[in-house]
């Protein structure tokens, strides 16, 4: 059974910096691509930022700049480290795992920016 666990959100005020974490266990197949999403009230989930599993980013226009994506292929986890944070990146974040067998996602996580 495959497990995808996010960590690190949090309240921060706007300017600030949070670190998202997010690691995948539990198959024998390895991870093709990872990515975060978000999905903030009353909203649709959208694409944050992706990476392949040879370290290709991209990135949503509105986080361009600001978010990097990262990835540990070793340790089956990937990162984003958010900079200049703003009251619209407030959402809840998913993390995501693109297995050969199909996609798997957290449980999400809250990250909350004050102004």
């Known amino acids: 059974q495959v497990q995808v666990v996010e960590s690190g959100g949090g309240l921060v005020q706007a300017g600030g910096s949070l670190r998202l974490s997010c690691g995948a266990s539990?198959?024998?197949?390895?991870?093709?691509?990872m990515g975060w999403y978000r999905q903030a009230p009353g909203k649709q989930r959208e694409l944050v930022a992706r990476?392949?599993?040879?370290?290709?980013?991209n990135y949503a226009d509105s986080v361009k700049g600001r978010f990097t994506i990262s990835r540990d292929n070793v340790k089956n986890t990937v990162y984003l480290q958010m900079n200049s944070l703003k009251p619209e990146d407030t959402a809840i974040y998913y993390c995501?795992?693109?297995?050969?067998?199909?996609?798997?996602w957290g449980q999400g996580i809250q990250v909350t920016v004050s102004s």
């Open positions: 539990g198959s024998i197949f390895r991870i093709n691509a």
């Open positions: 995501n795992a693109v297995y050969v067998t199909g996609d798997y």
């Open positions: 990476i392949t599993r040879s370290g290709s980013p």
